[in-house]
């Protein structure tokens, strides 16, 4: 039974005649449990049989972990929740940059929706990490939840409040909404040359991000894909993300803490079992990729000349930026020759938009979903994603409209050839099919 006792004030050392209530009441060890501050004896022997009550129904929290800082429970949920290294990178951020100037000293029971949705209105970044600083909020306090630290997570369900200045006429565009044409990209490429032009056409045309074309091994390349097919076989190279070292990662390292340890560039698998996959590709590509690996010295395809891992920066800065957005003619120096302007092709353009743009590809090809999901990597939701499946005929067609890309922007382009290896003797018409005799590559004219 719940019981209060009176808590006289101290002034200078000495008791006074004022005083408040405290709460008493037997918690689940049997040990005393209490809470003071209450103005009426009343008031605190009502809490206190509220407790009880609470204890005697199973659904009791201690007061005094309520009152935990969310700084304190974020690092122990962080430490009880290991993720990928680039993702717990990622994590520590958030809470350093945005979550914590505002709320790690907060205890968990003053937090509400009405002060988070605020606070992430005035955040000094854009609307996307502004979601994710609250979406990982919400993961911890559910953590929060679970650990009975509270009874429910007042962030869990809330839709927030966007900013005035992020209306959609006013966000800038960002690079989830390009897409690069065809022509463009092997203008990219060609420009690039053979080693780092192929990588562009590759991300282009197959889907790789970044981490697993810059992961991509010898070994998994020109594989080669068999299925029954109409009486026979259906054959086609495919490349193969590798399951357990698929994926190129380049992340701030932390220990358990959360501290910094320096710079990690390693392999590590996927990050899902949906991009351990076969891509297939077209027969230019296939061509293309036989020569380079006929002429390239090194385990990975697409590592630097000198046979190391790309950082992602140094190859957007070296590379990306000046084929798309253009530079101005560059004197001979030691180890170069002189070389020549480059005009603006497409500004901005970064290896994820071609990511997108393969993405885009097949949906004007038409391919089917059963497959488009499959070839980038993506889980397809719903029940269509248990009851369909790619068939080799789905798979020739998503082949042939993807070569039919190519070799129209070949013709648009004038191009006969990409660094001397794929050689058209005529470009197609439009109007032309795919098959025609007009169109044929460098290995079909050695062998006729």
């Known amino acids: 039974m719940a019981w209060a006792e009176k808590v006289y004030k ?110 992430q209105q005035g955040l000094a970044c854009d609307d996307v990490t502004a979601g994710h600083a609250v979406s990982l909020m919400s993961s911890i306090l559910t953590g929060a939840v679970d650990a009975k630290h509270l009874t429910v997570n007042p962030l869990f369900g809330r839709r927030r409040t966007r900013s005035v200045t992020s209306s959609p006429a006013a966000r800038k565009k960002t690079d989830e909404e390009k897409w690069v044409r065809p022509e463009v990209v092997l203008q990219m490429a060609e420009r690039l040359g053979p080693a780092i032009g192929l990588h562009v056409l590759t991300t282009a045309f197959t889907g790789l991000g970044w981490g697993e074309g810059a992961a991509l091994h010898r070994n998994n390349v020109l594989r080669t894909r068999r299925q029954p097919h109409d009486g026979g076989w259906f054959e086609c190279p495919i490349i193969q993300v590798d399951r357990d070292e698929g994926e190129l990662v380049e992340y701030t390292g932390r220990d358990a803490d959360g501290n910094k340890t320096g710079l990690v560039l390693q392999l590590e698998p996927p990050k899902n079992d949906k991009r351990v996959r076969g891509i297939d590709i077209p027969p230019f590509l296939a061509e293309l990729l036989r020569y380079h690996l006929a002429d390239w010295p090194h385990d990975y395809v697409f590592c630097t000349p000198s046979g190391v891992f790309w950082r992602r920066s140094n190859f957007t800065r070296a590379n990306i930026r000046p084929a798309a957005d253009g530079r101005e003619a560059l004197p001979a120096v030691k180890g170069h020759a002189p070389r020549g302007a480059w005009e603006p092709l497409m500004p901005g353009l970064t290896m994820r938009d071609l990511r997108h743009t393969h993405d885009t590809y097949q949906d004007q090809i038409g391919v089917r979903p059963a497959l488009m999901y499959e070839q980038a990597g993506h889980a397809r939701p ?65 062998a006729a």
């Not at 050392?13 to 209450?38: I, L, M, N, V």
């Not at 972990?65 to 304190?72: A, D, H, K, P």
């Open 10 to 119: 101290v002034r200078n050392g000495k008791k006074t005649k004022q005083f408040t209530w405290r709460a008493c009441y037997k918690k689940p060890d049997g040990s005393r449990g209490t809470e003071p501050g209450f103005p009426t004896e009343k008031t605190a022997k009502n809490w206190g049989e509220e407790q009880e009550a609470a204890i005697r129904a199973g659904r009791w929290i201690d007061p005094a972990l309520q009152r935990t800082t969310f700084g304190e429970f974020a690092r122990k949920w962080m430490k009880a929740k290991p993720k990928r290294g680039n993702t717990i990178d990622k994590r520590w951020n958030l809470l350093e940059r945005h979550v914590f100037p505002k709320w790690e000293h907060a205890p968990l029971i003053q937090i509400n929706w009405f002060d988070v949705d605020a606070w």
């Open 382 to 446: 719903g029940i269509k994603a248990v009851y369909q499946h790619p068939t080799p005929a789905m798979r020739q067609e998503r082949l042939d409209g993807l070569q039919e890309i190519y070799e129209r922007a070949m013709g648009n382009l004038g191009w006969r050839t990409l660094w001397g290896r794929v050689d058209l003797r005529k470009a197609p018409r439009r109007d032309q099919p795919l098959n025609s005799p007009q169109t044929i590559t460098r290995n079909e004219e050695l």
